[in-house]
């Protein structure tokens, strides 16, 4: 079956912008997750959904917001784009019967603020 | 705070060679505890994981015992391969009723493994 899928893969905003990421978790997967990947901080839990509603946050500013929708699919939007804001937006989703932490990752979207 | 930490890279190993990358961990409660692997140009992908302290987590080759004693939980694979080049991160999983989610994982940094034949 189809995994996740992530879109667009690669993207180039500028300062002050805003980006809406788009994510299709596999097909009967009803959590989706985010994650920053930047060199530096590496890995960062941005939020978690499930069944539309958001179930956990991590320590990002306002600014990164997300939502889900009643099929699963999954955005996140980033508004007045910040240089520090380029990186490497995963998704991940993850079954109702899967254990905790296991989770199915898309290949992500490489965002670059210019 | 709850974090993971792992042996700094990149490591650079002759095929056949014994790997073993380093993974330490602060929690609070008993987390789970995971190794994803990324290969070139794909997604993560679990390659193992335990739960409770004393279980070993195995696949393709590679351990990882799961040490409450030292919180550790480093990965271990006796003969490493050219394919196995990829970036290796630890992460661990809270429980519920310590802040843990389903989709809520703390990772290392990744060790960036090159194996050459």
Not at chain 1, 39 to 50: A, D, H, N, R, V
Not at chain 1, 78 to 100: I, Q
Request: aromatic share 12%; hydrophobic share 30%.
């Amino acid at each position: 079956k189809a995994g996740v899928t992530q879109t667009p893969r690669y993207l180039i905003k500028t300062r002050g912008q805003q980006v809406t990421l788009s994510c299709s978790p596999i097909s009967g997967h009803r959590s989706v997750s985010w994650y920053q990947q930047t060199p530096g901080q590496g890995l960062q839990f941005l939020f978690e959904y499930f069944s539309e509603t958001q179930r956990n946050k991590g320590n990002f500013p306002g600014r990164f917001s997300g939502r889900q929708f009643s099929n699963s699919r999954s955005e996140m939007n980033v508004s007045t784009l910040e240089l520090g804001d380029s990186a490497l937006y995963l998704c991940a989703s993850s079954s109702k019967t899967s254990e905790a932490g296991e989770l199915f990752f898309g290949e992500g979207s490489r965002l670059t603020v210019l | 705070g709850n974090s993971v930490t792992q042996m700094e890279g990149p490591v650079t190993l002759s095929e056949e060679a014994f790997l073993t990358i380093n993974c330490t961990y602060t929690a609070t409660g008993y987390p789970s505890l995971f190794w994803y692997v990324q290969y070139p140009g794909e997604g993560l992908q679990l390659l193992l994981k335990a739960t409770k302290a004393d279980d070993k987590g195995s696949n393709k080759g590679f351990e990882a015992t799961y040490r409450k004693e030292t919180t550790s939980f480093h990965l271990e694979k006796g003969s490493v391969q050219v394919s196995d080049s990829a970036v290796y991160f630890c992460a661990l999983s809270l429980p519920m009723n310590y802040g843990g989610s389903q989709g809520n994982l703390i990772f290392g940094k990744g060790t960036k493994l090159s194996v050459k034949p």
